[in-house]
């Protein structure tokens, strides 16, 4: 299983940019998966989940704000993130979760497999 993401970038505060993530080897019709973050020096820290389009979770922070939503077709997991903050300014990772589950996912070790990362910069 591969993910790839795409679509960060630099851009001033009150921006919006959408981050992709396809998969390879792998349908995700059904799989939990997440956008996850890391800022420098601090914790990667889950940002949105998402099984089904009515299964979403999101981090307080981003509520409002931001979208997490799959094409099931293209194998593709998106992240639309609207009214950007400095404070989002991390390195954003996709991540898909391999085994069945048993209730919400949220956590890193819920997940095993993982992209490399895009980087997000916000400017205030």
């Known amino acids: 299983v591969q993910l790839v993401e795409s679509g960060g970038g630099s851009v001033q505060a009150g921006g919006s940019l959408r981050l992709s993530c396809v998969v390879s080897?792998?349908?995700?019709?059904?799989?939990?998966m997440a956008w996850f973050r890391q800022a420098p020096g601090k914790e990667r820290e889950g940002v949105a989940t998402i099984v089904s389009r009515d299964g979403t979770k999101y981090a307080d922070s981003v509520k409002g704000r931001f979208t997490i939503s799959k094409d099931t077709a293209k194998k593709t997991l998106y992240l639309q993130m609207n009214s950007l903050k400095p404070e989002d300014t991390a390195m954003y990772y996709c991540a898909a979760r391999l085994r069945s589950y048993d209730g919400s996912c949220w956590s890193m070790a819920d997940f095993q497999s993982w992209g490399q990362g895009t980087q997000v910069t916000v400017s205030s």
């Open positions: 080897s792998m349908r995700i019709a059904g799989t939990y």
